[in-house]
């Protein structure tokens, strides 16, 4: 027996597949459709328990807890007047605004998309007037 090894190379050429650029992650409040920028969105990851806060507005949906940390969660809905079925199963679009994390509460899964769909949210202004403001900083 020989401890010779016996080389097998297999030329593979790779052909190269172009994906869509997503831009926009999608999702429907009651009958509406909106959408934000995708470089906002840091994550999707469903919302099982979101607590309340006492003495909030009623946009105020709660914090979510992720990996340590404590999201303050807005629903959409309510800050637009739109009525909807409320869900137990919620997911949870969780949006990156330079180190402060937001969330928005939605029935649905959003959808990723190559292009725009509803209302575009503007998400800095949505933050910067809706989010929970903390006086000690």
């Not at 906002?40 to 607590?51: C, F, G, L, R």
């Not at 009623?58 to 637009?80: D, N, Q």
């Not at 292009?115 to 000690?136: A, H, M, P």
């Amino acid at each position: 027996m020989s401890n010779q090894k016996t080389e097998n190379t297999t030329n593979v050429q790779m052909e190269k597949v172009e994906s869509p650029e997503l831009k926009a992650c999608t999702f429907n409040v009651g009958n509406q459709t909106f959408s934000i920028p995708l470089l906002y969105v840091k994550e999707i990851t469903e919302a099982n328990e979101i607590y309340p806060l006492p003495l909030t507005p009623a946009y105020v949906e709660g914090i979510f807890h992720l990996r340590g940390s404590a999201i303050p969660v807005l629903s959409i809905g309510k800050l637009k007047n739109i009525q909807e079925e409320q869900s137990h199963n919620k997911q949870l679009i969780v949006l990156d605004l330079g180190g402060d994390q937001l969330g928005i509460a939605v029935n649905e899964i959003p959808d990723l998309r190559t292009e725009f769909s509803g209302e575009l949210l503007d998400v800095q202004k949505i933050y910067q007037t809706y989010r929970i403001k903390n006086d000690e900083k």
